[in-house]
């Protein structure tokens, strides 16, 4: 019962929105409750019109029986959401610090569940709420033109977005350093390039950065990077072109190239004749390659 | 007029009684919400490291078991009071949330555990050879995957490692420098958001080095950034 694939490396919107579910929100009870004892800490005990913080979940189920109201957060006033939405259009490299961590997912919420409580009708909340993401989506669709293989910097980003874009963002920059590996160390042939090991002494038992620059020496991996560089090249076109529906798409294409690089792998990872195991290169890949047909026919039963 | 503030100190009393009672428990209670809250917050946290990290992260005995063991509180209480037949609406509300949230734990351990499956199931072979490994695992995901390590060498023998030459049989040959053994791949990158200002700058070993300060979300390669993962002063997400 492992992990169904589709959370593989990221989380689905509704495991996010679950998260947020746990942050606390000011409430109105409109009617006395005992204090309840729950696992993460009580609910304290209710009297009417006298305010108390609940986790968001609470709140919306006594909400949806009229037995609160819901004090909608600061941010989410129309005229601090207007003010964001100006310094958020006002600087396009960064995202704003107006918003808290959870503020697609907490706004979703509240409109969802308590529209009445808003100080401003809900539409115009709403149509801030979207104007404001789609500033912020374009700026994060700007900034991932500025991918490389090294470290990306998101700061102010919320927990929704950066979820929308993980798994673009971990897959390029993984494929990113791949690429850049092969091309070290097809500059400098066989030679074990380790810059950054000196500095992390914990790590002897790892192996990748080894297995990348021993899987360059053949001219099988050679093919699987330029798969998989075409692969996400193909990816970016397709991520920059569409507008909505980003998350599915992600996750579809994520999950395609994901299934190539784990057949890639697979095929690489077979065993190999006993009889080549040093000597020329190049020959020995393309023997590699035809035994590695005849293992997958012996796999698949043929 | 005098009547009407009577009734209002009354009820301030009447107040201030309430809450000294319900206060005077909650000496300690209070303490344990606290802790409470903070074992979900950490529930809540091992649950996103562990889907985010491309390693096995050490098993959480404590706190599973002092979780599993509130669930089975919980679910107590729920068994008591339907059978104590208490059907007035109140009730029914308070078993209403009781219940919701024993589901929303259940579901983070849930999620917990079949994060941690994945991860075995893929790098089996590699935590049988690696002693180390297997520290971090609970008895029963090391039972699993040891069985999980058995059937499948049997299985492959059975289908077809037998009919190759004895030199071809192993399942774990690392011979012209490749791994057959998958294991996790730390360069891979993460999500981190950093809770406390690191002093020295992080190097990322290819000239460039970041300041971590608080509040900055970054996106690196898991290796770099693990120890201060570890000592608690950046979090995955």
Redesign the interface.
């Known amino acids: 019962?492992?992990?169904p694939p589709k959370?593989?490396g990221t989380?689905i919107p509704s495991?996010i929105s679950?998260?947020a579910e746990?942050s606390f929100v000011t409430i109105i009870p409109r009617q006395a409750?005992?204090?309840?004892?729950?696992?993460?800490?009580?609910?304290p005990?209710m009297r009417p019109m006298r305010r108390i913080e609940v986790p968001i979940?609470?709140a919306v189920?006594l909400k949806k029986?009229s037995?609160c109201n819901i004090v909608p957060p600061d941010w989410l006033s129309e005229e601090n959401l207007k003010i964001t939405y100006d310094a958020e259009a006002a600087n396009m490299t960064r995202f704003s610090a107006n918003l808290p961590w959870e503020w697609v997912e907490v706004g979703e919420l509240i409109l969802g569940s308590a529209p009445d409580d808003l100080s401003s009708p809900p539409h115009v909340i709403r149509n801030l709420l979207r104007d404001i993401r789609e500033v912020r989506q374009a700026k994060a669709r700007a900034g991932l033109k500025n991918l490389n293989d090294?470290?990306?910097?998101?700061?102010?980003?919320g927990?929704m977005e950066?979820n929308e874009i993980?798994s673009f963002?971990?897959m390029a920059?993984?494929q990113l350093?791949i690429m850049q590996s092969t091309r070290e160390g097809g500059e400098q042939q066989d030679v074990d390039v380790e810059?950054?090991d000196q500095?992390?002494d914990?790590?002897d038992?790892?192996?990748?950065?080894e297995?990348y620059d021993?899987?360059m020496?053949?001219a099988t991996s050679y093919q699987d990077s330029y798969d998989t560089a075409r692969d996400s090249s193909r990816l970016g076109s397709e991520f920059t072109g569409t507008e909505d529906n980003r998350a599915s798409i992600n996750s579809h294409t994520f999950a395609e190239v994901r299934q190539n690089s784990i057949q890639n792998r697979s095929r690489?990872?077979l065993?190999?004749?006993?009889s080549?195991?040093?000597d020329d290169d190049a020959e020995?890949a393309d023997n590699d390659m035809e035994m590695d047909e005849t293992y997958l026919n012996?796999?698949n039963g043929n | 007029m005098t009547d009407a503030r009577d009734l209002e100190i009354d009820d301030l009393i009447n107040n201030l009684d309430k809450e000294y009672y319900s206060a005077h428990p909650i000496a300690n209670s209070a303490y344990l919400t606290t802790q409470k809250s903070r074992d979900l917050k950490s529930l809540v946290r091992l649950w996103i490291s562990e889907r985010t990290c491309p390693d096995i992260l050490p098993y959480a005995h404590e706190l599973l078991d002092t979780m599993l063991d509130r669930v089975r509180e919980q679910v107590e209480v729920i068994e008591m009071n339907t059978t104590s037949g208490d059907a007035s609406g109140s009730a029914k509300l308070k078993l209403l949330f009781v219940e919701t949230e024993i589901e929303r734990v259940k579901f983070l351990v849930r999620g917990y555990l079949r994060a941690r499956i994945l991860k075995i199931d893929k790098y089996y072979m590699h935590i049988l050879n690696n002693p180390d490994t297997q520290t971090r695992l609970s008895q029963s995901e090391l039972r699993y995957t040891k069985r999980r390590g058995n059937h499948l060498k049997r299985y492959y023998d059975l289908r077809f490692l037998s009919s190759l030459p004895p030199s071809l049989q192993r399942l774990d040959d690392t011979t012209g420098g490749l791994q057959m053994v998958d294991a996790p791949d730390l360069d891979e990158v993460v999500f981190i958001r950093v809770l406390h200002d690191v002093p020295s700058e992080v190097d990322l070993g290819n000239e460039d080095k970041i300041e971590l300060r608080k509040g900055n979300i970054y996106v690196l390669p898991y290796k770099v950034i693990r120890r201060y993962v570890d000592n608690g002063d950046v979090q995955l997400v």
């Open positions: 019962m492992a992990l959370q593989v989380f495991e679950f998260l746990n409750m005992e204090s309840i004892a729950l696992i993460g800490g009580a609910i005990s979940w609470v189920l029986q037995r090294s470290y990306l910097q998101l700061d102010n980003v927990a950066l993980r963002v971990t920059m993984n350093r810059p950054d500095d992390d914990d790590d038992d790892v192996l990748p950065r297995s021993d899987s020496r053949t690489s990872v065993p190999r004749a006993p080549y195991t040093d020995d012996a796999v």
